[in-house]
């Protein structure tokens, strides 16, 4: 299969996904965990797990103001509250076993309001820091490069192939949030960082190969793309799947803890395993024919 003859192909379905999740995030938005907005989560485990109607009841003489309770797998519940202090959280402990008998707390974290907002700043600085910061170095790396594509090219491409991976999983956050209640936190900012990191690594190979090539080889410039993805693409393809194998076993049997967290790695490494063979090489022939038009 010539990737690069049927490049048509893969940006109509890219373009699909990046519309679909910018659609999704713009009407949905993202569910912000207490990470970001402040408050407090608990997890209990029940032996026989009662209704969320009936824990709310159980909390009627408690000051807990606007009370979120979320069933969790087969016998857990999250119940979520404005920040209490070391005595509100006891008492509301109290106030579940009292009502229900034995309920083993799993998780306990209280964040104060401005701690949450200082969180979700910093979080979408570091953000655009990385973006900015690649952009640069990957110019730098690739600046020998002047034909028959500019070196910020490089660049530029590698970090759209970037937004790309994350936009995606951010999008399926969105539409998770909305239909299932999931939530985002710190670990889902990590989870983002660290498929960039994975799949600018994997553009890079590839791009790499094709800065290579152009001093060994001769002819057309799509030709020698074409021939740099078919000596890259297996080493991309054979290093995401082994990844896939652990994070995958670490979702299915990884706890409720880690399970979102593992989730997002999973669909950002697919995407960027897609995008550094099916995109960004293709994205460097589509700029050099627009360029030779002008």
Same mark, same amino acid.
């Given at each position: 299969?010539?990737?690069?003859?049927?490049?048509?192909?893969?940006?109509?379905?890219?373009?699909?996904?990046?519309?679909?999740?910018?659609?999704?995030?713009?009407?949905?938005?993202?569910?912000?965990?207490?990470?970001?907005?402040?408050?407090?989560?608990?997890?209990?485990?029940?032996?026989?797990?009662?209704?969320?109607?009936? %824990?709310?009841?159980?909390?009627?003489?408690?000051?807990?103001?606007? *009370?979120?309770?979320?069933?969790?797998?087969?016998?857990?519940?999250?119940?979520?509250? !404005?920040?209490?202090?070391?005595?509100?959280?006891?008492?509301? &402990?109290?106030?579940?076993?009292?009502?229900?008998?034995?309920?083993?707390?799993?998780?306990?974290?209280?964040?104060?309001?401005?701690?949450?907002?200082?969180?979700?700043?910093?979080?979408?600085?570091? &953000?655009?820091?990385? $973006?900015?910061?690649? &952009?640069?170095?990957?110019?730098?790396?690739?600046?020998?490069?002047?034909?028959?594509?500019?070196?910020?090219?490089?660049?530029?491409?590698? %970090? $759209?192939?970037?937004?790309?991976?994350?936009?995606?999983?951010?999008?399926?956050?969105?539409?998770?949030?909305?239909?299932?209640? *999931?939530?985002?936190?710190?670990?889902?900012?990590?989870?983002?960082?660290?498929?960039?990191?994975?799949?600018?690594?994997?553009?890079?190979?590839?791009?790499?190969?094709?800065?290579?090539?152009?001093?060994?080889?001769?002819?057309?410039?799509?030709?020698? %793309?074409?021939?740099?993805? !078919?000596?890259?693409?297996?080493?991309?393809?054979?290093?995401?799947?082994?990844?896939?194998?652990?994070?995958?076993?670490?979702?299915?049997?990884?706890?409720?803890?880690?399970?979102?967290?593992?989730?997002?790695?999973?669909?950002?490494?697919?995407?960027?395993?897609?995008?550094?063979?099916?995109?960004?090489?293709?994205?460097?022939?589509?700029?050099?024919?627009?360029?030779?038009?002008?």
């Amino acid at each position: 299969m010539n990737i690069v003859k049927l490049r048509t192909v893969w940006y109509a379905f890219s373009g699909t996904l990046i519309i679909a999740s910018i659609f999704a995030v713009a009407t949905f938005g993202l569910k912000q965990g207490i990470d970001f907005t402040g408050g407090s989560l608990m997890t209990l485990r029940f032996e026989k797990r009662p209704t969320s109607l009936e %824990v709310e009841r159980a909390m009627t003489t408690l000051d807990l103001g606007s *009370v979120v309770i979320q069933p969790v797998g087969d016998n857990e519940m999250n119940i979520r509250t !404005k920040t209490l202090d070391e005595k509100g959280h006891g008492d509301l &402990l109290a106030a579940v076993q009292e009502t229900f008998g034995k309920a083993e707390e799993l998780r306990y974290d209280s964040i104060g309001p401005s701690i949450g907002a200082e969180l979700r700043d910093k979080s979408w600085k570091a &953000l655009l820091i990385v $973006f900015g910061s690649i &952009l640069a170095y990957i110019a730098y790396t690739f600046r020998k490069v002047s034909t028959p594509v500019q070196s910020w090219k490089y660049g530029l491409i590698t %970090v $759209f192939t970037a937004f790309h991976d994350v936009i995606i999983p951010i999008g399926l956050f969105a539409i998770l949030g909305k239909y299932f209640n *999931v939530e985002i936190g710190t670990p889902f900012i990590a989870a983002i960082l660290t498929i960039m990191g994975y799949s600018i690594n994997d553009t890079i190979v590839v791009l790499d190969r094709v800065r290579e090539n152009l001093h060994r080889m001769g002819g057309d410039f799509e030709h020698i %793309v074409s021939t740099s993805l !078919k000596q890259t693409y297996l080493r991309s393809f054979n290093t995401s799947i082994t990844t896939l194998f652990s994070l995958v076993a670490i979702y299915f049997f990884g706890g409720e803890s880690i399970r979102d967290f593992a989730l997002a790695l999973i669909v950002g490494i697919v995407t960027g395993t897609y995008s550094s063979i099916f995109i960004a090489s293709p994205l460097l022939v589509t700029w050099h024919r627009l360029t030779q038009r002008r």
